[in-house]
């Protein structure tokens, strides 16, 4: 297979060289079209630049895998010696950490929270271009990175990344298709331990990002939220958690809710296309424990037609629920708007 710069199959080997391991199914999140995706990295395992491993999780689940070999590595080197050179260094991924399945995993919710910030628009790589961007424009920083910069990493903690915009921090989870188990102990040592650093400090923490495969996952997750003897998510003091499914709805709701301006432009679309009123706080920014707490005498609450099935589970009997239709994301992100 003949490989260029800037095609998919190139992009492919140094994603999975950044990431150290990416599960198969990401692969449809990728930019292009699945089919032809899929079978580029079909092709990239038999000719020996990637290799495929199955892992046995939870449930009995089977879980494909995907990890970069020497060929690969050596392909990235002839097209980009700057790409392989961050491969080598392991900035974004640990040397030793495939094989064993919980290792395994963390890497997994790393390259889907990293693709997540690349579909944003995050700044991410290393380099005088990502600090100079802090508290200016969207940054993000893996917590293998701040471990290997800073050693300011918990270990335990269940955080896959940080996207720091121009004035909060966003702690990212990825979730996938479970609930995810929570020490909240653990996940206060480790903001705190980043708003100590020499990158966090100044920067107040704007909310937990949760991302999931389906917008049906956040009722599961509230409903173990408010139990203090459950060990999985559950709601504390001053804890905000937003969230998003890792598709292109999910992905702009999460641009507007990290980035101020952006989420200024839609919510201003929002009301010319619809009527949807200006707020401070917009309940479609799916706030999980604002959506439990919704007041019946507050009238409308807004939300996205595929929001409403789980809002109607989630929210107190009585509270008035207003539906937009998705379409309207598209629309925004081919169009843009200025308000």
Not at 196 to 219: K, M, R
Request: proline share 4%; glycine share 8%; with cysteine.
């Amino acid at each position: 297979m003949k490989l260029k710069k800037g095609q998919f199959g190139f992009w492919l080997l140094v994603f999975v060289g950044y990431c150290g391991e990416v599960p198969v199914s990401l692969v449809r999140k990728m930019d292009g079209y699945y089919d032809y995706n899929r079978r580029v990295a079909t092709r990239l395992v038999r000719e020996g630049y990637l290799k495929e491993r199955k892992f046995r999780a939870e449930q009995r689940h089977i879980v494909r895998s995907l990890s970069l070999t020497e060929a690969g590595l050596r392909q990235i080197q002839h097209l980009s010696p700057n790409h392989a050179a961050l491969v080598r260094r392991h900035e974004f991924a640990p040397r030793n950490g495939q094989g064993d399945w919980s290792r395994t995993l963390r890497l997994h919710r790393g390259a889907a929270c990293l693709l997540a910030s690349m579909k944003l628009g995050a700044i991410w790589k290393p380099g005088k271009a990502r600090d100079a961007a802090r508290g200016k424009q969207l940054v993000y920083y893996s917590t293998y990175q701040l471990n290997k910069s800073f050693g300011k990493d918990n270990k335990s903690a269940r955080a896959s990344g940080i996207l720091v915009s121009d004035y909060k921090y966003y702690p990212v989870y990825y979730l996938g298709n479970r609930n995810m188990r929570w020490n909240e102990e653990t996940e206060q040592l480790f903001r705190y331990q980043f708003e100590q650093s020499e990158l966090g400090h100044g920067f107040p923490h704007g909310g937990n990002i949760l991302l999931g495969e389906t917008w049906e996952l956040a009722e599961r997750i509230v409903r173990h939220a408010d139990n203090p003897r459950s060990r999985l998510i559950r709601f504390a003091i001053r804890d905000m958690f937003y969230y998003y499914t890792l598709d292109h709805s999910g992905l702009v709701l999460l641009h507007a809710n990290v980035d101020g301006y952006y989420g200024y432009q839609l919510e201003h679309w929002l009301n010319k296309r619809c009527g949807c009123p200006l707020s401070s706080f917009p309940d479609y920014l799916f706030n999980l424990e604002i959506i439990t707490d919704l007041n019946p005498r507050e009238g409308n609450h807004w939300f996205f037609d595929f929001q409403i099935p789980v809002v109607q589970k989630l929210c107190k009997t009585g509270a008035s629920l207003a539906s937009m239709p998705g379409y309207l994301l598209d629309e925004f992100t081919v169009t843009g708007f200025k308000a």
